[in-house]
């Protein structure tokens, strides 16, 4: 069965200084994986994705993930947060079925400190 | 103009009314979906729709239902509402030949 867990629902940082969201994800077949990005009042908006290609995947906004099936992880990083980071972030798993379904994780808040 | 919109934005109803959110599309995808969201549990599949004619239940449909007038159309509706059904709502859209999903701006619901 696929699963997302996203250690730690909340996590905060100082602007400039280094973003990392957690997420380990378990499937019984190769995965594609997602992070999404919600602002405040606004639907999921698709910050990257890893489709089986490149394992370091580059996103909107200066975010970037990186694959690595030793560690089922899918970590999200970014080196220089911005105050306009502020938003919750969610990772998400394919259903490996030949269906287009996502599993999402519970998400992480994050906040950015001036 | 945005590529998916649900209607309404927000909503207040009373417990036992029945309820219809709407979902429009023009990115011309097949595929749509139904989630609900609620805080500390992430986003849940209601209902899946991968044309006119093929519409499966997710991981939480008790108490939902749902119809694709169009393909460009999917509602979702409480036939009696109950208070825990009070939750922000996602329609998302995709391509058959892609996982990416693409979603509306919500649907806050509130059942009192």
């Known amino acids: 069965a696929q699963s997302v867990t996203q250690l730690g629902s909340h996590v905060s940082v100082s602007e400039g200084a280094l973003v990392l969201l957690r997420c380990n994800y378990s499937?019984?077949?190769?995965?594609?994986l997602f992070w999404y990005v919600q602002y405040p009042n606004q639907g999921l908006q698709l910050l990257l994705k890893?489709?089986?290609?490149?394992?370091l995947v580059k996103g909107i906004n200066g975010f970037e993930a990186e694959f690595k099936k030793s560690e089922t992880s899918f970590h999200l990083t970014k080196p220089s947060a911005h105050m306009s980071d502020a938003a919750e972030y969610f990772c998400?798993?394919?259903?490996?079925?030949?269906?287009?379904?996502?599993?999402f994780g519970t998400g992480t808040r994050l906040t950015v400190i001036p | 103009d945005a590529d998916v919109t649900q209607t309404p934005r927000n909503r207040i109803t009373k417990t036992g009314k029945r309820i219809m959110l709407e979902c429009s599309q023009t990115?011309?995808?097949?595929?749509m979906y139904w989630y609900r969201q609620d805080p500390g549990l992430g986003l849940r599949l209601i209902y899946y729709?991968?044309?006119?004619?093929?519409?499966n239940k997710g991981e939480i449909s008790d108490g939902y239902s749902v119809s694709r007038q169009a393909q460009a159309k999917f509602s979702l509706s409480l036939e009696s509402a109950i208070p825990n059904q009070t939750a922000l709502y996602f329609c998302?859209?995709?391509?058959?030949?892609?996982?990416?999903?693409?979603f509306g701006p919500g649907t806050r619901l509130t059942v009192t």
């Open positions: 499937s019984s077949v190769p995965p594609y």
């Open positions: 729709s991968f044309d006119v004619k093929d519409i």
């Open positions: 998302a859209t995709s391509d058959s030949g892609s996982y990416e999903q693409y």
């Open positions: 890893y489709t089986s290609a490149a394992t």
């Open positions: 990115k011309g995808h097949d595929r």
């Open positions: 998400a798993v394919t259903g490996g079925t030949g269906a287009n379904n996502l599993f």
